[in-house]
């Protein structure tokens, strides 16, 4: 969007002509990206532009959201699905996990103006936007995505709403301070193709947060028989 002073782009570019975005593009990358698509529209590319010291503003672009994303690799898709389970039960501050009907995605702080966060499948993810790639897709099986959203007010605080005040390693510091990943130290699981009917069944009424009408005696024999697949009820 231009009004004739000011551009305005909105959007993933790192998704922009591709069948897929299994891998990402850094920051500089995106907005690289970003202006392959201005020039085609004959508009003037993004830059950092000059710093201003007297008042830290800089002359060029300014960041209002910027996503960053790491890819886990969890062995194999029940460990992926281990992940997404353990994650719905951790706190951020005073924000719990929430998990998603589907049971492959949990949030954190989602409607918040500062930061937020989830973790999906990355495989189901894209097949979602219809990636029919089966290399593709075999490959992602495996992969939880992280992704940390940082909103307008995060970035106007910590002083990094200025596109030339990101380095080489700014976003990588910035997700390592933000990752719920990070706090898993070991986490044990094994596939849970091989998972019984009846554990199933528990293990859906728990991760779509449903009553699962166990007695209390069956409810703790199910949760130490899920316990060996990494979930914990």
Request: aromatic share 10%; proline share 2%.
């Amino acid at each position: 969007r231009c009004d004739g002073f000011q551009i305005e782009f909105s959007g993933n570019p790192g998704r922009w002509g591709r069948p897929d975005n299994l891998w990402g593009y850094s920051v500089m990358g995106a907005i690289e990206r970003a202006n392959v698509i201005l020039q085609g529209l004959g508009l003037p590319a993004f830059s950092a532009g000059r710093c201003q010291s007297d008042s830290g503003r800089w002359s060029g672009c300014r960041l209002s959201r910027v996503d960053l994303t790491c890819n886990w690799h969890c062995g194999d898709r029940g460990g992926a699905a281990a992940v997404i389970a353990w994650l719905g039960g951790q706190h951020v501050g005073r924000q719990k996990g929430v998990v998603a009907a589907d049971g492959q995605t949990v949030m954190y702080g989602y409607g918040g103006r500062y930061v937020s966060s989830k973790a999906y499948l990355k495989a189901q993810e894209m097949r979602v936007h219809g990636c029919d790639d089966n290399v593709l897709l075999e490959t992602a099986e495996p992969i939880c995505r992280e992704e940390v959203t940082l909103k307008s007010r995060y970035l106007t605080e910590t002083g990094l709403c200025w596109l030339g005040q990101w380095g080489d390693d700014t976003a990588e510091r910035v997700f390592q301070e933000r990752s719920q990943m990070q706090r898993i130290e070991s986490i044990e699981y094994e596939c849970l193709e091989g998972m019984p009917r009846h554990l199933r069944a528990t293990y859906a009424d728990w991760i779509n947060g449903r009553d699962t009408g166990l007695s209390r005696r069956t409810f703790y024999r199910h949760r130490s028989e899920l316990l060996r697949y990494g979930v914990d009820i």
